[in-house]
């Protein structure tokens, strides 16, 4: 069983629909707990960084944790066009390395 | 201002050349480091600085070598390099667990 699981997609939606995307995670040492976004050819960009079970919201934006489930969740509302991207989430247990899932690569369709 | 940058942007190199990745932040950060992307994968750490000493090496071959001048600054020199290092090498860095900022890469060509 792999640290992270994340479905990699390809998730198509319509624009204007809420989209939510998901990891499920074994080792419970991870504490913190990331999203990025990454465009094709560019580097990831770090939506939402939390380190608490619950919701943590910004903007259109917002980050789910679970520790009881080992489940987090990123909900984007109103999704837009350029909400198109793969979408990393991240883990650590509290020193320098982060954990990735594979990414979940998403289409918003105008 | 959250921006790491990197140059250069595109690197193309033969076998035989050494060449420098650069990577430069001024958010005061106190760790960076390198990692490797292949196409359709997620970011694979190579190495992690702490405070400007190497803490981290994910057993990555010696042709590349690692160097933190100072706090703020990054390089990874290139020797000797295989057609399948070609990749897009990201840097990053952070303050806090976790919360690492990545610059825009260095999209690497090795013929």
């Known amino acids: 069983q792999k640290e992270v699981e994340q479905d990699p997609g390809p998730l198509s939606v319509p624009e204007g629909a809420i989209v939510s995307l998901n990891c499920t995670y074994s080792?419970?040492?991870?504490?913190?707990f990331m999203w990025y976004r990454q465009y094709s050819r560019k580097g990831p960009e770090l939506l939402m960084y939390?380190?608490?079970?619950g919701n943590k919201e910004d903007g259109r934006f917002t980050a789910q944790v679970d520790k009881s489930s080992k489940y987090i969740s990123l909900f984007i509302r109103d999704s837009q066009p350029s909400d198109s991207a793969t979408y990393l989430c991240a883990m650590s247990a509290g020193d320098d390395k982060i954990i990735f899932g594979k990414g979940t690569r998403l289409h918003i369709l105008p | 201002d959250t921006e790491v940058t990197q140059t250069p942007k595109h690197l193309v190199m033969g076998m035989t050349n050494k060449k420098s990745l650069k990577c430069e932040q001024h958010m005061g950060h106190r760790a960076m480091y390198w990692y490797k992307q292949k196409a359709k994968k997620p970011p694979e750490l190579m190495f992690v600085y702490s405070y400007e000493k190497l803490s981290i090496n994910e057993s990555v071959p010696s042709r590349f070598s690692p160097e933190c001048p100072n706090s703020s600054l990054l390089n990874l020199h290139l020797h000797a390099l295989q057609p399948e290092d070609s990749a897009l090498y990201l840097c990053a860095s952070s303050h806090n667990t976790g919360e690492q900022f990545f610059g825009p890469g260095t999209r690497l060509t090795v013929l």
């Open positions: 080792n419970s040492a991870f504490q913190y």
């Open positions: 939390t380190y608490s079970s």
